[in-house]
Nanobody
Framework: QVQLVESGGGLVQPGGSLRLSCVAS????????AGWYRQAPGKQRELVAG???????NYADSVQGRFTISRDNAKNTVYLQMNSLKPEDTAVYYC???????????????WGQGAQVTVSS
C-alpha cells in the first residue's frame, strides 16, 4: 500500500507565499511522474504543475512564473512553492503520483487527501 500525505496549506493574504509538501510512504519501489492538482468549489479538478522523475516540469498557464514544483527522490517527497498568491488560487490542492510498489512491476496512480489553500485579505 502507498499513502500520499500533503501538508503546508493554510490561509494567506494576497501576494503571500505557501509551500506544500507531499510525502509518499509505504511499499514504494519507485515514484515516476508526480503532480499537483487543485479543485475550487463548483469547478473541476485541474492540473497545476507536473514533474517527471528526471525533473522536467510543466505548469498551468495561470500559475506559470509564480509556482515552482520540485521533488526529492531520496525522500519520496514532492513540493509546490507558491508565490504571489491570488484569491483565485483558493482551492483544495491534491498531490498525485505514479508509483510502482515493491509487489509488482505495474505502475498505479495514487492521490493524497488534499490540503486547503485559502487566499484572502
Amino acid at each position: 500500500q502507498v499513502q500520499l500525505v500533503e501538508s503546508g496549506g493554510g490561509l494567506v493574504q494576497p501576494g503571500g507565499s505557501l509551500r506544500l509538501s507531499c510525502v509518499a510512504s509505504g511499499s514504494i519501489f519507485s515514484i515516476y511522474a508526480a503532480g499537483w492538482y487543485r479543485q475550487a468549489p463548483g469547478k473541476q479538478r485541474e492540473l497545476v504543475a507536473g514533474i517527471t522523475r528526471g525533473g522536467s516540469t510543466n505548469y498551468a498557464d495561470s500559475v506559470q512564473g509564480r509556482f515552482t514544483i520540485s521533488r526529492d527522490n531520496a525522500k519520496n517527497t514532492v513540493y509546490l512553492q507558491m508565490n504571489s498568491l491570488k484569491p483565485e488560487d483558493t482551492a483544495v490542492y491534491y498531490c498525485n503520483a505514479e508509483v510502482r510498489t515493491t509487489a509488482t512491476i505495474k505502475r498505479s496512480d495514487y492521490w493524497g487527501q488534499g490540503a486547503q489553500v485559502t487566499v484572502s485579505s
